[in-house]
């Protein structure tokens, strides 16, 4: 089971294949929405200071065997609420304290992936074509987000192909 915590002590976690809580400082609990219709499992990806809780609901299909995600932020406030993101695997990688959350997308578990920042201020903004880089890189993999909205990510190169590594630091309005 997957069990997230933050810096207050707040934790989230799975509590079986189709539950999964969020447990407050004084031991209040409250159960995440379980899979819609169609869906069939939940996992936890992360929580911040604020009590935000990433997860996703998952399925899968047996010929060929891939899974599938939907992905969500959480908070006792707002409930569960989706990136706004069109693809058949959406999994949120990463959640700030300012309630940004990084996000692979594609096609299911193993395809290629689209990379983006979310926060309910400006809904999903795809990163490929964010970096100095600009149409040289596509990028495949997300890995965290910090407070500063610095992000560790990984992408090929278009050509030559070669695997890179990188902080995206966010763009500053002077």
Do not use: K
């Given at each position: 089971?997957?069990?997230?915590?933050?810096?207050?002590?707040?934790?989230?976690?799975?509590?079986?294949?189709?539950?999964?809580?969020f447990r407050d400082t004084d031991g209040t609990t409250i159960t995440l929405p379980p899979p819609p219709e169609g869906w069939t499992?939940?996992?936890?990806?992360?929580?911040?200071?604020?009590?935000?809780?990433?997860?996703?609901?998952?399925?899968?299909?047996?010929?060929?065997?891939r899974w599938y995600s939907?992905?969500?932020?959480?908070?006792?406030?707002?409930?569960?609420?989706?990136?706004?993101?069109?693809a058949f695997s959406i999994r949120p990688k990463g959640i700030n304290n300012f309630g940004q959350v990084i996000i692979e997308s594609g096609t299911h578990d193993q395809a290629f992936f689209d990379c983006w920042l979310w926060s309910a201020e400006t809904g999903p903004i795809n990163l490929d074509n964010t970096t100095?880089?600009?149409?040289?890189?596509?990028?495949?993999?997300?890995?965290?987000?910090?407070?500063?909205?610095?992000?560790?990510?990984?992408?090929?190169?278009?050509?030559?192909?070669?695997?890179?590594y990188l902080l995206l630091n966010p763009a500053t309005n002077k």
């Open positions: 089971a997957s069990t997230v915590a933050n810096d207050l002590g707040q934790t989230a976690y799975r509590a079986g294949a189709t539950t999964a809580v499992g939940i996992e936890v990806d992360g929580i911040n200071n604020a009590g935000q809780v990433i997860a996703h609901w998952t399925r899968s299909t047996s010929q060929p065997l939907r992905g969500f932020v959480w908070s006792a406030a707002t409930g569960a609420q989706e990136f706004g993101v069109t100095d880089y600009a149409a040289n890189l596509v990028l495949t993999d997300l890995y965290g987000i910090n407070d500063a909205g610095q992000i560790v990510a990984g992408g090929d190169t278009i050509p030559p192909p070669a695997d890179l």
